[in-house]
């Protein structure tokens, strides 16, 4: 789809200083713009590129004054940063705006779906489940028996939801992820094997979740785990049973929370962080990367590294001691070597 | 499906007071139990519940006795956590039991596919694989050429299983996991480009093994990788080529074994661990979460710690040291001072 | 399919020793050698092996020289490694050689797909998905709408390629890799949400690159995440969001980059390695197993190690001494005793 300077300026509301008629197909960045594609001028670091862009249209803020001729076409707006925020949502829009049931699907007899839902070919709607009003089911996606999945959800290909679970309303789940597998529960038998533990819980994801590519979150024993609203998680995270993830938390790639942890809200757990079991974490709680969490915190929104974990700021400062630590010892070793001294010369 | 609380009691072997034709769907803690539903009162620390509950029937031992009144029908047992526990497994086989093969689903010509199993939609079953009985392929899962699957098997949806596997009776795999990826074996050339060695051995996983949602793992270059009988595998775990894992070893969520280790039966293997390849870890090793393994270990039955490790009690000692890091260098500081002080009066 | 060891020997120019009507149909490790099998001896380690070694045909150096009898049909050639990585690469071009296109699966009409290609049941290629010559698309996989692939290209079952992105020729995707999910970008809002930033990049994968299984690569947020040519990924790796990974780059299992990062050519990059955002690693850049990198590397071909990382060395030599740092305390405790007396005594 092509638009014109003088669509897109009346979309946001702005002005056109040179050709309205110029005409653009693709979004890009201004220093690696191209005739046909639209840019934006937000941080004045970027400045210099508005000078020698390819791009045919840049937007720029209403108060920007300029130090030489350009040659594409400007939209003047009273943010250019938002003004381009609203269109790179409009194209995704746009461009994911699917519908209808492709075949070969299987949907059960006994499934409800809502209204102007898009279902893939290759994807599988088990008995009970429910599927929400413009909801987006990709290809090669799995839905077990009695799932609920809320309105506006979006599962790209290959996720796979196991049975009794439930997704509130504008849930997106990323290809691969395993929302509802059985949680990592044996009982020890007196000959060294393991008895497994039924996992007949579920999970539960409430409204505005983002899950990564390729991330598990197992069901629960008995109950539910639980992943309030607002939560952001990344790829290949790992949530285990019984789990609960507080409002608003953000939680980056790779980290692993253990089984019956709560974790607060408005946490931020850093890439690759673990988080040992039955813990409860504190609200706003931030830990950096590779962070190991052995007991819980007490403290509302204080930062931590480190593993074992300690205050950021002395995991900082024992980690410059240890890269002190060969000039420690040598120090210790000639202090040794006086206080020998003094003695013999008593 | 319901019960009263006198079938639930015949089954178990215990009398019931209060309601004997009470009835229940579900089951639930006893602190969060609803009309309907079934718990149990074991750990003496939930006792207060049983006298809240809103359960409908509480299953306790024989020798409970009463504080106060209680709302719920109870049936008394000899011992109320196993008697659950049977319910918990009954609860969740009649949950599981699929049978039937549903359409459109993939089996070549020459598969083999024993009796009474489930093959859901979307699943492909390649040339010359085999299926035992009593098992279960769920929708969009992909068995490939000459893979062999034992009985009473349970591959959830998503599962990949290439070429020339073998998986005995009773294993489960959850979602998204791949068994028989190729090995990471590559040859360097000059022009600093590698070459790809081909893998051509498989992965042979014993009977009453579990692998969690998107582990992997890969076959080897030639020979086998090796699951051994009653090895427990959670969420994300890398099992590298040639690699073999003992009996009954436990493995939590995110670790990873390196290339031809050999892993001693009954260990412990906590979340995030690595292990370098070409090692031997001995029989009973248990290493706490996020250890690093960069050695072989000649003692069995020893507890780790640490990148790269050291034994559990050295390392955790160490860690408090590293916490009065900056505290021992200020004292070395002070013997400096006062040490030049003696020197000076001297 | 069986081969006599005349036609092996014709195949590798070699020369028989022994019955040339010997026939094999699989390749074995010398030491677990059964009838029907080939081996070879490179390593003189192993060589004990070829006198008691059950295959039936073992290819040796031609110069080899006999110190008993052998059982075994010998071919011998100039280099018996390199004459069975031919043979290694042979088997599993036979056995991995699938054309044809299985049914049923999902190929929208203004898909193009190239000649000799295989797409297994269940596969789906979107609108406008272009796919080369010779490629592999095997089952329960996802190609989205846009997406072009090269030749010789193999996508293992259930690979999930997302719209627009790019794959060069000779690219091998394990199962489970996802490519091109949405970046993890997130804007807070003042009451504590957060909003989606759309992700409208894609992912650009150079020829000869190889993605091991479940690994995951973000698209990116405007552009293009690259992965140059040569890159070799193993399993469970997270690249992020407009990242650049260099030419013949190196990634070990479960390592993780985050977000716009730019690794260097050639450089190496361990198992459960991490890397922050927004750095530049330097070409021939060397991190040990669970390094944590949080800042820029200046120097070329260095190694790394430890969280934060150090120099290798550095690293190394400081875990040393942090395993004597209670060693150390008590030797500073001795020393103020000391001290302390020698005042008393002045």
């Known amino acids: 789809m092509q638009f014109t300077a003088q669509q ?15 005409a653009v197909d693709k979004l890009a960045k201004i220093e690696e713009g191209t005739p046909g ?36 076409t400007l939209i003047r707006v009273d943010n250019a940063y ?44 088990g008995p009970n489940a429910t599927i929400g009003d413009n909801s987006k089911i990709y290809p090669n996606t799995y839905i077990a028996d009695n799932v609920t999945i809320g309105n506006n959800v979006t599962l790209f290909s290959g996720v796979k939801v196991y049975f009794d679970c439930v997704l509130g309303d504008n849930v997106i789940i990323h290809s691969g992820a395993v929302i509802g597998s059985d949680g990592f529960g044996f009982a020890p038998n007196p000959d060294g094997s393991y008895n497994k533990i039924s996992q007949i819980g579920n999970v539960v994801i409430e409204e505005n979740v983002e899950i990564g590519a390729n991330s598990t979150v197992d069901r ?75 007991s819980s915190t007490r403290e509302e929104g204080k930062q931590w590294g480190g593993s074992p974990y300690l205050p950021l700021k002395d995991y900082l400062r024992a980690h410059v001691n240890i890269r002190r630590l060969p000039e420690l010892e040598k120090r210790v070793a000639e202090l040794e070597k006086m206080i020998a001294e003094l003695h013999n010369n008593k």
Chains 1, 2, 3 share one sequence.
């Open 8 to 22: 897109i300026s009346l979309l946001l509301n702005g002005t056109v200083e040179g050709d309205a008629l110029v």
């Open 37 to 72: 594609s639209l840019s934006f001028l937000a941080n004045p670091k970027y400045e210099q590129h508005l000078y020698t862009t390819g791009a045919s249209i840049v937007i720029i803020n209403k108060d920007y004054v300029l130090n030489g001729p350009v040659s594409a």
């Open 82 to 125: 938002s003004a381009f925020s609203v269109l790179l949502e409009q194209y995704n829009t746009i461009k994911l705006n699917k519908t209808g049931i492709e075949q070969p699907s299987f949907i059960h007899p006994t499934a409800k779906v809502g209204s102007n839902v898009f279902i893939g070919a290759f994807a599988y709607v």
């Open 220 to 294: 629960a024993t008995m109950g539910s785990t639980i992943i309030r609203k607002g939560v952001k998680i990344d790829n290949l995270v790992q949530i285990a049973h019984n789990v609960e993830v507080g409002q608003n938390t953000v939680i980056a790639g790779q980290a692993g929370i253990s089984g019956s942890t709560k974790i607060g809200e408005q946490a931020v757990i850093g890439g690759q962080v673990g988080i040992a079991g039955h813990l409860t974490i504190s609200k706003g709680s931030q830990f950096s990367a590779q962070t190991g969490v052995n």
